[in-house]
């Protein structure tokens, strides 16, 4: 019910953006976060909005990424930028609506 786009292969130093679009069954999200899991590692927060809040980022994150949400069309974006290859992950896109969603993930390689 939560659909991710716009991962794939970055050069060191580039842009990526991801999309995350909640399918019409879920309503009025409060809570948008973009999380991470890099091969032989705990899944980690990236950042997170939520409904008239300050978006929070990780450290690893701050000054590089930038978490958005546009809440008419039930969407979250993450904007990263200056991207290293300790970025190389699969992101997930979860939102909170009276459940929890998750995405399936989206795979980010950053690669030369």
């Known amino acids: 019910q939560l659909v991710e786009s716009g991962g794939g292969l970055a050069q060191p130093g580039g842009p990526l953006t991801l999309s995350c679009t909640a399918s019409?069954?879920?309503?009025?999200?409060?809570?948008m976060v973009w999380y991470r899991q890099a091969p032989g590692k705990q899944r980690e927060l990236v950042a997170s909005?939520?409904?008239?809040?300050?978006?929070v980022y990780a450290d690893s994150a701050k000054g590089r990424f930038n978490i958005s949400r546009d809440t008419a069309k039930k969407m979250v974006y993450l904007q990263m930028n200056s991207l290293n290859p300790e970025d190389t992950a699969v992101y997930y896109c979860?939102?909170?609506?009276?459940?929890?969603?998750w995405g399936q993930g989206t795979q980010v390689t950053v690669s030369s």
């Open positions: 019409g069954s879920i309503y009025s999200p409060t809570v």
């Open positions: 909005v939520l409904s008239g809040g300050m978006p």
């Open positions: 979860y939102m909170h609506a009276n459940y929890d969603f």
